[in-house]
């Protein structure tokens, strides 16, 4: 059974600092991974999809690298703002015509 | 419209009721998926469908709860005799094809009283 990881659960830096955000997975057999972005009382925004033969994808400050044979995916956020404070989830899916399985999420706060 | 849209955004409904909430998916996605977020949880799958092919309803937490998908569009999510435990806030997601990037509308938030 795929288990998805998150820590910590929560972070708080100062606006400007570069930041790296970790998940980690136990099947490493997966198709894809995805992180998306939640703000609070509002759905998921999808941020970066990376297939499983891709090593990473990059959408301006956003930088998510995948390194399947260790089950573990990083999305560096750069130069940090408040306005990225929300809860960041990452979602695996494990073999074709399969759900995604999330972590918790990590609820960052960016301080100005 | 250009995302994937669920109605009624707010639900509050008395517990013995019976409740169904829509998705309507980005047009031309064959998949579509339904979650539960809980306060405070994180996002619990409930049913997967894909194309003609028969869903994956594995994460039903109960047979009160049923999904249909009609002419590979809209699916209704149906709770039958709601409980308090089944408020939580309901995700709906579609993607293009299998294993392509998933994007989810805003949510129905029920609550149970």
């Known amino acids: ?112 | 419209g250009a995302g994937v849209s669920q109605s009624p955004s707010n639900k509050v409904t008395e517990k013995g009721k019976d409740v169904e909430l829509r998705c309507d998916p980005i047009s031309g996605h064959t998949a579509l998926y339904w979650y539960r977020q809980s306060l405070g949880q994180g996002l619990e799958f409930l049913i997967y469908f894909q194309g003609n092919s028969a869903p994956d309803k594995s994460g039903l937490p109960s047979d009160r709860f049923s999904a249909e998908r009609t002419g590979g569009s809209v699916s209704t999510l149906t709770i039958q005799r709601t409980q308090q435990e089944d408020s939580a806030v309901y995700l709906c997601a579609s993607s293009l094809e299998q294993n392509t990037e998933a994007f989810f509308g805003q949510g129905t938030r029920l609550t149970v009283v």
């Open chain 1, 1 to 112: 059974k795929q288990e998805v990881t998150q820590i910590p659960a929560a972070l708080s830096v100062p606006e400007g600092e570069n930041l790296v955000l970790n998940c980690s997975f136990t099947d490493s057999a997966i198709y894809n991974l995805q992180w998306f972005r939640q703000d609070p009382g509002k759905g998921l925004t999808s941020l970066l999809l990376i297939q499983s033969s891709q090593r990473e994808q990059t959408s301006g400050r956003l930088n998510a690298s995948l390194d399947k044979s260790s089950g573990r995916s990083t999305l560096y956020i750069a130069a940090s703002q408040p306005g990225d404070s929300a809860t960041y989830l990452c979602a695996v899916q494990t073999g074709a015509n399969s759900k995604l399985t999330f972590g918790k999420g990590i609820t960052l706060s960016v301080r100005p």
